[in-house]
């Protein structure tokens, strides 16, 4: 580990002191302080992508990749011999290493989905049943009239049949119309302040909560469609298809791999949460909310879109949700290696 965090602290443009277990292997390069092994250059080639590896086949090429783990020693080598060990900016960068390597250690999976008994996948697939099985689904937005009457309800179908027309007419220079004759003319405050979206729903759910007219008119519709006039005891609706979700039928067969998986991670988002609670509680943290109330906060740079700006490795270490939400120890990514064949260290300007 010790080769392959000075590798990853040189690419980041920082080193750290080389100190570490001893090497394994036959030296294939070695000097006042540099030794590099036939195991350690196996190793660091290991860590590039097959295609990369692909390149280093022949003795040249492998001594372009040798030069590399070379400059990388001699700069670590000299970087020490200049105190940067000690630099507080190296050591800080260390010490993110360190934490993604704890956390990486003590929850590597040392168990399997596969590991998940049976019937504790059988029993979430039954209790979450709606994200497998439902029948379809499709959106509407609609205008609705409110006619509680014939009187009332004859009124309202011709003005219904009259704005529907109108907001044919006025599309095809106005994408927004039917949008705008929902906000003039419906009458349904709760689906009104929703741009008339009737979300999301089965034949079913449509029909208990407005009618089987209205069901069937919203499954006869395809796409940017809208119906005709429909008529229920108490409304008059225009409606216009917006979206579907097609029905969904898998089977437990189908998905116990995925659930088995999730309940592996969800195992270990409890473990990492209790030993954190434990490590917290041992350390007897206090919090000076005056002195944290105190720190300025730089303003971001004009122009910079919200969300950007902190570089990698900053804030959450890896591999460690925010809000201590467990390890997401199958995405801790080792410490980059610098690339096989990096630029030249710019030389000094010529005085």
Same mark, same amino acid.
């Given at each position: &580990?010790?080769?392959?965090?000075?590798?990853?602290?040189?690419?980041?443009?920082?080193?750290?002191?080389? @100190?570490?277990?001893?090497?394994?292997?036959?030296?294939?390069?070695?000097?006042?302080?540099?030794? %590099?092994?036939?195991?350690?250059?196996?190793?660091?080639?290991?860590?590039?992508?097959?295609?990369?590896?692909?390149?280093?086949?022949?003795?040249?090429?492998?001594?372009?990749?040798?030069?590399?783990?070379?400059?990388?020693?001699?700069?670590?080598?000299?970087?020490?011999?200049?105190?940067? $060990?000690?630099?507080?900016?190296?050591?800080?960068?260390?010490?993110?290493? &360190?934490?993604?390597?704890?956390?990486?250690?003590?929850?590597?999976?040392?168990?399997?989905?596969?590991?998940?008994?049976?019937? $504790?996948?059988?029993?979430?697939?039954?209790?979450?049943?709606?994200?497998?099985?439902?029948?379809?689904?499709?959106?509407?937005?609609?205008?609705?009239?409110?006619?509680?009457?014939?009187?009332?309800?004859?009124?309202?179908?011709?003005?219904?049949?009259?704005?529907?027309? @109108?907001?044919?007419?006025?599309?095809?220079?106005?994408?927004?119309?039917?949008?705008?004759?929902?906000?003039?003319?419906?009458?349904?405050?709760?689906?009104?302040?929703?741009?008339?979206?009737?979300?999301?729903?089965?034949?079913?759910?449509?029909?208990?909560?407005?009618?089987?007219?209205?069901?069937?008119?919203?499954?006869?519709?395809?796409?940017?469609?809208?119906?005709?006039?429909?008529?229920?005891?108490?409304?008059?609706?225009?409606?216009?298809?917006?979206?579907?979700?097609?029905?969904?039928?898998?089977?437990? $067969?189908?998905?116990?791999?995925?659930?088995?998986?999730?309940?592996?991670?969800?195992?270990?988002?409890?473990?990492?949460?209790?030993? /954190?609670?434990?490590?917290?509680?041992?350390?007897?943290?206090?919090?000076?909310?005056?002195?944290?109330?105190? %720190?300025?906060?730089?303003?971001?740079?004009?122009?910079?879109?919200?969300? /950007?700006?902190?570089?990698?490795?900053?804030? &959450?270490?890896?591999? &460690?949700?925010?809000?201590?939400?467990?390890?997401?120890?199958?995405?801790?990514?080792?410490?980059? /290696?610098?690339?096989?064949?990096?630029?030249?260290?710019?030389?000094?300007?010529?005085?």
């Amino acid at each position: &580990m010790r080769r392959f965090l000075v590798l990853g602290l040189c690419a980041l443009g920082v080193a750290c002191q080389p @100190s570490g277990p001893r090497k394994t292997g036959t030296p294939v390069a070695s000097g006042n302080g540099v030794v %590099i092994t036939t195991d350690e250059f196996k190793a660091r080639l290991d860590e590039q992508s097959p295609f990369i590896r692909a390149r280093y086949t022949t003795l040249e090429r492998k001594k372009e990749f040798l030069e590399n783990l070379i400059r990388q020693e001699v700069l670590a080598a000299e970087a020490e011999k200049q105190g940067l $060990d000690k630099d507080p900016d190296v050591r800080a960068t260390l010490r993110k290493i &360190m934490v993604q390597k704890l956390v990486q250690k003590r929850f590597q999976p040392d168990a399997t989905a596969a590991d998940i008994p049976e019937a $504790d996948v059988q029993r979430y697939y039954e209790e979450h049943k709606a994200e497998y099985v439902r029948a379809r689904r499709v959106r509407v937005h609609a205008i609705v009239l409110n006619a509680a009457t014939p009187a009332e309800k004859a009124k309202k179908l011709a003005l219904a049949k009259k704005t529907l027309a @109108s907001v044919k007419a006025e599309e095809k220079k106005n994408p927004m119309a039917f949008a705008q004759a929902v906000a003039t003319a419906s009458e349904d405050p709760g689906t009104k302040q929703l741009a008339g979206d009737l979300q999301f729903r089965s034949h079913e759910e449509l029909e208990k909560a407005y009618s089987k007219a209205v069901a069937d008119a919203a499954f006869s519709l395809k796409p940017g469609e809208y119906s005709n006039p429909v008529e229920t005891p108490t409304n008059v609706l225009v409606l216009k298809f917006t979206g579907e979700q097609p029905e969904l039928n898998r089977t437990l $067969d189908q998905v116990k791999t995925q659930i088995a998986a999730k309940l592996s991670r969800d195992k270990k988002t409890k473990e990492f949460d209790e030993w /954190m609670k434990g490590l917290r509680e041992t350390a007897k943290i206090t919090v000076d909310d005056k002195a944290l109330e105190g %720190i300025e906060v730089a303003a971001a740079p004009a122009g910079m879109p919200m969300g /950007m700006g902190m570089p990698q490795g900053m804030g &959450m270490p890896q591999g &460690m949700p925010p809000g201590g939400h467990g390890p997401a120890v199958q995405v801790v990514p080792q410490a980059p /290696m610098a690339p096989a064949q990096p630029a030249p260290v710019a030389a000094p300007p010529k005085k």
